[in-house]
């Protein structure tokens, strides 16, 4: 895995109770780029190679899940070696996805912000609670709050 495997990316300070304290993707950000510096492995890093990296370390996450049916919060019945790889598997995702971010210059943490007050407008709680229909199957109060809102409604129009 070039530029990712192998970092040791918890970054975060001990706190009183000995417990590693929470890491932010910010502090990842600046650990990817440390590490890959270090390396001479920038001139890998362009948004292609990362992208195309990620979607391979997804590929390896969902051969966890494969064939095990529907899994349970928690993962009952799954050993430790096999909980620890998920974790490995997951990690090597959010580090490609952090580094990719800094290559495309997007703070991934404000994007997420964003993008949750985006889905809040889509899937408002009175209208979506309990239900797993797409976005397009509410009603919204706020018809600036996407594309596809402008969309359908020049499709209304006839435009």
Known sequence: MNGVEGEKCGGGAVGRDGEEAAVSLEALRKRMAHFARERDWE???SPRNLLLALVGEVGELSEIFQ???EVPKGLPGWDEAEKEHLGEE???VLLYLVRLSDMCGVDLGKAALRK???NARKYPVGQCRGSS???TCYTSDDKNDSADNTAGQAAKKGT
Do not use: N
Request: cysteine-free; charged content about 35%; hydrophobic content about 40%.
């Open 43 to 45: 001139q890998f890093h």
């Open 90 to 92: 997951l990690a090597d």
């Open 67 to 69: 064939w095990k049916g």
């Open 133 to 135: 229909k797409k976005h």
């Open 116 to 118: 949750m007050e985006i």
